[in-house]
């Protein structure tokens, strides 16, 4: 058998296991699943199965683990002057890999969701934020500030950083709950647009325009 036809059929079957699974989870917890209901539910059998998994929650990881470097992949493909110039672009591209897996995602980050998986989802755009961070808003090498932040009070970089990120990211998680929970009524580009309002103007975006 040519390599290519292998590793399409490879592919082919732990597809259909991850949409068994998907399937399952909508109504089960990961811990009531069992090896013998996926293989049924995919038509295989679990020596099949055991090829591809040591167990459900191996299948469970790997899931997650190949999501988590999708988003990866996504963010590091833009510039931290992206999210400053364009952000829409930037949570578009995020959105679209969203929906997508919309059916996974929907499970690990709802009500009786993966708490490890949102918290590693919130580590990596961190790690992204933060590299971004430091190349807008530190000094250069020369000493020279290359932007200058404007925070109110007393409150250090870093807290505002911390306090921006938290902000941003746990309101992203909640637009995205939202998003999912009302049949992703909006395209990837158009939630993208009204995020970059919401990050750009804030309440303002409520406010009636001045009548002429």
């Not at 059998?45 to 191996?58: A, E």
């Amino acid at each position: 058998m040519k390599e290519e036809t292998l590793d399409r059929r490879i592919r082919k079957t732990r597809r259909v296991i991850r949409q068994c699974l998907t399937e399952l989870l909508k109504t089960k917890r990961i811990q009531d699943i069992t090896v013998r209901e996926i293989s049924e539910k995919a038509d295989i059998n679990r020596g099949t199965f055991y090829l591809h998994y040591k167990d459900i929650f191996d299948l469970m990881e790997q899931i997650e683990n190949e999501l988590l470097e999708e988003l990866e992949d996504v963010l590091n493909h833009f510039k931290a002057s992206d999210l400053l110039s364009n952000p829409a672009l930037v949570f578009s591209r995020v959105f679209q890999l969203v929906k997508d897996n919309s059916d996974m995602v929907a499970i690990l980050i709802g009500q009786n969701g993966d708490i490890n998986f949102v918290n590693r989802l919130k580590r990596i755009v961190r790690e992204k934020c933060l590299k971004d961070w430091m190349e807008l808003f530190r000094p250069d090498s020369d000493g020279s500030q290359k932007r200058v932040l404007c925070v109110s009070g007393t409150v250090s970089d870093d807290s505002a950083f911390e306090a921006y990120y938290s902000f941003t990211v746990t309101g992203c998680i909640g637009l995205v709950q939202y998003w999912l929970d009302s049949g992703l009524r909006e395209t990837p580009e158009q939630l993208a647009a009204l995020v970059e309002q919401i990050i750009l103007k804030g309440l303002r975006l409520f406010q009636p325009e001045p009548s002429a």
